[in-house]
């Protein structure tokens, strides 16, 4: 008994694992390519170019 539990909460803690890192990884896309962050993201790019 103790090795199914063991292996039922072995697969349920990966299942749980691999959907909360792909939500994670989907609202970090989401963030990144959001249009309004754009302006954002390009200024942050020119930055070590601009000289002070």
């Known amino acids: 008994?103790?090795?199914?539990?063991?292996?039922w909460?072995?697969?349920f803690a990966q299942s749980t694992g691999v959907l909360y890192?792909?939500?994670?990884f989907l609202a970090v896309c989401a963030y990144a390519f959001w249009p309004s962050n754009r302006d954002r993201f390009e200024e942050a790019a020119r930055t070590?170019?601009?000289?002070?």
């Open 1 to 7: 008994m103790t090795t199914s539990t063991y292996a």
């Open 21 to 24: 890192f792909m939500g994670i």
């Open 48 to 52: 070590p170019l601009r000289e002070d």
């Open 9 to 11: 909460l072995a697969q």
